[in-house]
């Protein structure tokens, strides 16, 4: 039931988060320090925000699509639009984890990511600690105006997809 004047969607995620989706996962380390966890030693909720976003980075990187190039090159930058983030299990002082980042959708101005934290040795196949789904748009670099995912970075992430290349 909706309180009176909420017009927006029935709470929940529209997809599990805790299930992901079936794409290929780029594997990104990191170990939690002593700056990253809070007096009870348990990580800090935002730096699951940051851990994504090194993670993000590195997999672009990882197929040739480093940043620099995408503003050099293509006068454009990506954007954080949209981050919805669950969390399930706390990441601890010393825990070694690893950030999974996985394409979801391409689309003409944004890109759809699953990006999830597990525990480093389980594969994929654990349990996750948290879980993101991350909208990112891509926009003109000087007027910050929407602008239209240049090739081949639309052709790369595209192939990455859980579409299986298709654009959703």
């Known amino acids: 039931m909706r309180a009176p004047g909420d017009r927006g969607a029935p709470a929940g995620p529209a997809r599990p988060l805790r299930v992901p989706p079936a794409a290929p996962a780029h594997r990104y380390p990191l170990r939690v320090y002593f700056e990253d966890t809070d007096a009870g030693g348990m990580a800090y909720h935002a730096n699951y925000l940051r851990w994504a976003e090194r993670a993000r980075t590195e997999s672009l990187r990882a197929i040739g699509l480093p940043h620099h190039s995408l503003m050099e090159g293509h006068h454009s930058i990506l954007v954080v639009r949209r981050i919805e983030v669950e969390y399930w299990r706390p990441a601890r002082l010393d825990d070694a984890v690893v950030v999974e980042t996985r394409v979801v959708a391409v689309r003409g101005v944004t890109i759809l990511l699953d990006q999830r934290m597990v525990p480093e040795g389980e594969g994929g196949g ?25 090739e081949p970075w639309r052709s790369a992430l595209e192939a990455r997809s859980a579409g299986a290349g298709a654009t959703v």
């Open 126 to 150: 654990g349990e996750p600690l948290a879980a993101l789904r991350v909208e990112l748009a891509c926009i003109d670099r000087d007027s910050l105006r929407p602008k239209r995912i240049p």
